[in-house]
């Protein structure tokens, strides 16, 4: 069936850091991807997303390109703040006729200190 | 913006009781869908939902759970007698079902107690 592979965490960073957080996905056909993001205490916001190969997400600040060759779609921001402090869910949809369930990784909690 | 929206955002129930999530979905969406994530772990599918019932269920949602869509708006989960692994937070989404709309509208969560 369908996964998602996300790095472990936490990934602790200062302010203005580069952030990259790896996801990589197996499917048996051409998924959507999707990168969701829970602040603490809140529920699952959609970040961004990219629904054919080559398709670059962002929003934010943060980027992700659908790397059909690797199966792919790291996340990546260029200078983190605070507020970016949150976990990160790589996720994936497969279905057809209007039927999608979304697929989750493990989550990725980022950590960014002042 | 249209959102989903989930009752209570927090419920504390005692081990054996019966509890109700509630939620209401996107006005025009079809798809409907719960999952569940246990504290500091991996969001995992329960059920979705699709023309009055169940269209797929992971093996989580064994015959402790049920859903319902009790009326146009309203779209619930039941858990019979609450076990203290059930404690996590539930989420309701939905997605419009159509095809290539794939993006899934996940609501804010009910985190469940159990003690």
């Known amino acids: 069936g369908d996964s998602v592979t996300q790095m472990e965490g936490p990934v602790t960073l200062s302010e203005e850091a580069f952030l990259t957080i790896n996801c990589t996905y197996t499917a048996t056909g051409y998924p959507s991807l999707f990168w969701y993001v829970q602040y603490p205490g809140e529920g699952l916001q959609l970040l961004l997303k990219?629904?054919?190969?080559?398709d670059k997400g962002s929003n934010k600040g943060f980027e992700a390109t659908y790397r059909k060759e690797t199966t792919s779609f790291h996340l990546e921001k260029g200078s983190v703040q605070v507020s970016d402090s949150a976990v990160y869910f790589c996720a994936l949809t497969e279905g057809w006729g209007g039927s999608y369930i979304p697929t989750f990784g493990r989550g990725t909690s980022l950590i960014v200190h002042p | 913006e249209p959102e989903v929206t989930q009752t209570p955002s927090h419920q504390v129930t005692q081990m054996g009781q019966e509890v109700i999530l509630r939620c209401v979905p996107i006005s025009n969406h079809l798809y409907f869908y719960w999952y569940r994530q246990i504290l500091g772990q991996k969001v995992e599918f329960l059920v979705s939902f699709y023309n009055n019932e169940i269209s797929e269920k992971s093996e989580i949602f064994d015959d402790q759970f049920s859903v319902e869509r009790p009326d146009g708006s309203n779209f619930t989960l039941k858990i019979r007698s609450t076990k203290l692994e059930d404690s996590a937070m539930y989420f309701c989404a939905s997605t419009p079902g159509l095809e290539g709309s794939t993006e899934a509208f996940f609501g804010q969560g009910t985190r469940l107690t159990v003690v």
């Open positions: 990219a629904t054919k190969a080559d």
